[in-house]
């Protein structure tokens, strides 16, 4: 029997193979290793060439430590070559999702930040996007305080291939923290925190909020509405212009998100229209008039990699598919290869 000991803070693991279950077997090298949860599931991949002659192995789990690390740790790759060396890829997910159509977007109504919830086709909307995203991992999610961004996360989690839930954490209070403890750490790891954030609600539209955008077009003129709906800078009677709406939105994701991000965590935000044209903007360096003219679909998730300071987009924001929407990197196309043989 040969065998291979491998240590690091999260657990112990044990390699052993033996003649009559590997066949001929040689030497340990050029193989990976890596945790996907804090339970006990690993992946071993075996080199297609070069040292193990045989269809079957075994993997035998010898202990795991408690931790409260991200949803997928950096790939180790471990090798006996002299020039070879333990290598981490370290990137983080970040997917953001405009909320299903609303009762109000279906009555062509201005809603900015009234509380509407969803139609029956924004709640097939979110479940569809929670069918193109059940691929990539989530740690945390971010959401406005109105319902149809709530119910947008909620449903497109339940979606998730790994099954974990959901919970909003409710910070509004001492008694409201308290009262919505959970006191077992298993279910806490099955869960993923939600938190809502006033910040990243939609801009809000003033004296239009309630108005049919038709009548207010033939009340106001064309232009006007078309002024205040789409420049970057002048806002509707008594409400926010999109410039306002992103100070507070993008000021909040660089104090709150970003440092999710750099801490390798995948973050998963379900907002609206405006705030997340603001975020956009700050993500790809759009200039105000650019801005202006983006448009995001309803339900339709946008992926982006966050690595080494940087952020890169990674799907199209009109793509039909999840495989025409994502170009997964390695350590996406990994954590899927490992739903796949976890749920198989």
């Keep these: 029997m040969a065998t291979a000991m491998f240590q690091q803070c999260r657990g112990t693991i044990q390699l052993n193979s033996c003649d ?56 180790s790759s471990i090798s006996d070559g ?12 970040l997917i953001l999702i405009r909320h299903g159509e609303s009762l109000w977007n279906e009555m ?4 900015g930040s009234v509380d509407v919830s969803l139609t029956k086709k924004g709640v097939e909307e979110a479940i569809e996007a929670g069918k193109r995203i059940s691929n990539i991992p989530v740690d945390i999610i971010y959401t406005s305080s109105l319902i149809r961004a709530k119910m947008t996360a909620m449903l497109a989690m339940i979606q998730h291939r790994h099954k974990k839930v959901p919970i909003i954490r409710h910070t509004e ?3 409201a923290k308290e009262w919505t403890r959970v006191f077992s750490e298993e279910t806490e790891r099955q869960s993923i925190p939600v938190i809502t954030a006033w910040q990243l609600n939609e801009r809000m539209y003033g004296e239009l909020q ?27 009677p008594k409400g926010e212009s999109l410039e306002m709406c992103s100070q507070r939105a993008v000021s909040y994701f660089r104090e709150q998100i970003e440092p999710q991000l750099q801490s390798g965590k995948h973050v998963m ?21 650019e801005v202006t003219t983006l448009e995001l679909s309803t339900g ?15 799907g199209s924001m009109v793509g039909p598919t999840e495989a025409g929407v994502y170009a997964y990197t390695e350590s996406l196309a990994l954590y899927r290869q490992h739903l796949d043989e976890m749920f198989q």
Aim: overall charge positive.
């Design 20 to 75: 009559d279950e590997w066949g001929s077997c040689k030497k340990f090298r050029n193989y990976s290793l890596r945790f996907i949860s804090r339970g006990f599931a690993v992946d071993v991949r075996l080199p297609t060439k070069g040292s193990f002659i045989s269809s079957r192995s075994k993997l035998h789990l010898v202990h795991a430590l408690s931790s409260h690390s991200s949803l997928v740790d950096p790939v």
């Design 82 to 93: 002299a020039n070879d060396h333990q290598k981490n890829i370290s990137e983080s997910a």
């Design 108 to 111: 062509n109504l201005f809603t």
């Design 173 to 175: 209070s001492d008694q």
């Design 210 to 236: 309630g108005l049919h955008k038709q009548e207010t077009i033939d009340r106001y003129g064309k232009e006007k509405v078309h002024e205040w709906r789409r420049s970057y800078d002048i806002p509707p």
């Design 269 to 289: 935000v379900a907002a609206h229209g405006n705030c997340l044209r603001s975020i956009i903007m700050y993500l790809d360096k759009l200039t105000s008039l």
């Design 300 to 314: 339709v998730p946008l992926l982006y990699m966050y690595k080494e300071g940087k952020f890169i987009r990674r």
